[in-house]
């Protein structure tokens, strides 16, 4: 099994990590095209997706030819019901854009036959090509997309039952906590780590062990982002404070290079 450390960047501020972010992806849309995207949703992406937003409408890219595939999505919820991901898209990106809306993909967590729906998302990503640049960001238990802690680093797009951890985590989208799916889909790991490129974000002190653990502990299912250190093209962006339990931690501003 061969590690390759991702190249880490921290700056000084959520802000600052969403803008630079913005500008890996500005760079991905202006040399590839066409692109397509990984793209993740939850509180970390909201400050990256609003600039993102901005950029657009400053004319600096154009989603025209782009297309997307979201990591996740919720069992059992409506797309249009709040706290589903097909509502949070909308919201901060796909209404914002010019990006057809048939080339902007999301797991359909309403399939009657959640199996039957995974296989054909694997087979939709594979016939756009794989996926060129995926955004991820990092759960509290070290998740990417859902794939909770004990996911084999084999999975592919599959049903996976949220940990109790998720659900806290996400209950502010929901009246309340029973409202909290259980269930959801998710792109595998061996899905994630097909992606040509891959970036990671992480915001906030509650991801700091996540971080440390993905970069600097076990790679093993424990963790399911260490296996982001089996890719070998992975930029980890992280402010300051999910930068404080890396031992190895690079300074403000400065890029760590494997
Ligand atoms: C969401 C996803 C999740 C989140 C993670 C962090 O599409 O795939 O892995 O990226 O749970 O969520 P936030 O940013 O809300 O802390």
Redesign the pocket.
């Known amino acids: 099994m061969k590690e390759y450390p991702p190249r880490i960047e921290v700056v000084g501020s959520p802000g600052a990590v969403a803008e630079r972010a913005v500008a890996i992806v500005i760079a991905e849309l202006r040399d590839r095209q066409p692109v397509t995207l990984g793209?993740?949703?939850?509180?970390?992406?909201?400050p990256f997706y609003a600039r993102l937003v901005a950029a657009a409408r400053a004319g600096l890219i154009s989603f025209h030819a782009a297309s997307s595939f979201?990591?996740?999505?919720y069992v059992g919820i409506a797309p249009q019901s709040r706290g589903s991901?097909h509502a949070?898209m909308q919201e901060h990106l796909f209404r914002h854009v010019d990006m057809p809306a048939d080339r902007a993909r999301i797991p359909d967590g309403m399939a009657y036959d959640v199996a039957t729906e995974a296989t054909r998302y694997e087979a939709q990503i594979a016939a756009a090509g794989g996926i060129d640049l995926l955004l991820?960001?990092?759960?509290?238990n070290g998740?990417?997309?859902?794939?909770e802690p004990g996911s084999d680093f084999a999975s592919r797009t599959r049903e996976i039952r949220l940990d109790e951890a998720?659900r806290i985590?996400?209950a502010g989208d929901f009246p309340d906590r029973a409202s909290v799916p259980r269930r959801a889909i998710?792109m595998g790991i061996a899905t994630i780590l097909h992606a040509k490129r891959i970036l990671l974000?992480?915001?906030?002190p509650?991801?700091a062990a996540a971080v440390a653990a993905a970069i600097e502990g076990p790679i093993g299912t424990a963790c399911p982002a260490s296996a982001l250190r089996l890719h070998g093209n992975v930029d980890v962006l992280c402010d300051e404070s999910a930068a404080t339990a890396l031992i190895d931690r690079p300074h403000t501003n400065d890029r760590r290079r494997a």
């Open positions: 793209l993740a949703t939850g509180a970390t992406m909201t979201n990591l996740d999505e991901f949070y991820l960001g990092i759960g509290t998740h990417i997309g859902f794939n998720t985590a996400n998710t974000i992480a915001t906030g509650e991801k």
